[in-house]
């Protein structure tokens, strides 16, 4: 069941005849596992919070280093572990 602020936050999406309150429930009980952080990984883990699919998992191997920031938009320059 949605909660009033998630009925809002999607009404856009609800409107969609193809996905409605029922879609919008499955998406929040949906689990997406996403292997790898780089360029594609990334907004896709983007685009599906906003979606507000329920459970993101995220692997990736890599270390977050200045030479890979560029591709990584979930990270920045403070977190990176490289040196500038």
């Given at each position: 069941?949605?909660?009033?602020?998630e009925?809002?936050?999607?009404?856009?999406?609800?409107?969609?005849?193809?996905?409605?309150?029922?879609?919008?429930?499955?998406?929040?009980?949906?689990?997406?596992?996403?292997?790898g952080?780089?360029?594609l990984?990334?907004p896709?883990a983007i685009?599906?919070?906003?979606a507000?699919?329920?459970?993101?998992?995220?692997?990736?191997?890599?270390?977050?280093?200045?030479s890979?920031?560029?591709?990584?938009?979930?990270?920045?320059?403070?977190?990176?572990?490289?040196?500038?």
């Open positions: 069941m949605l909660t009033p602020n009925r809002e936050r999607y009404d856009r999406q609800i409107m969609i005849g193809e996905i409605g309150q029922e879609g919008q429930e499955k998406l929040k009980r949906s689990r997406v596992l996403i292997a952080a780089g360029g990984g990334s896709a685009y599906l919070t906003a507000g699919i329920g459970m993101i998992r995220m692997i990736d191997h890599d270390h977050v280093t200045l890979n920031l560029n591709r990584q938009i979930l990270h920045w320059r403070r977190t990176s572990a490289g040196k500038s």
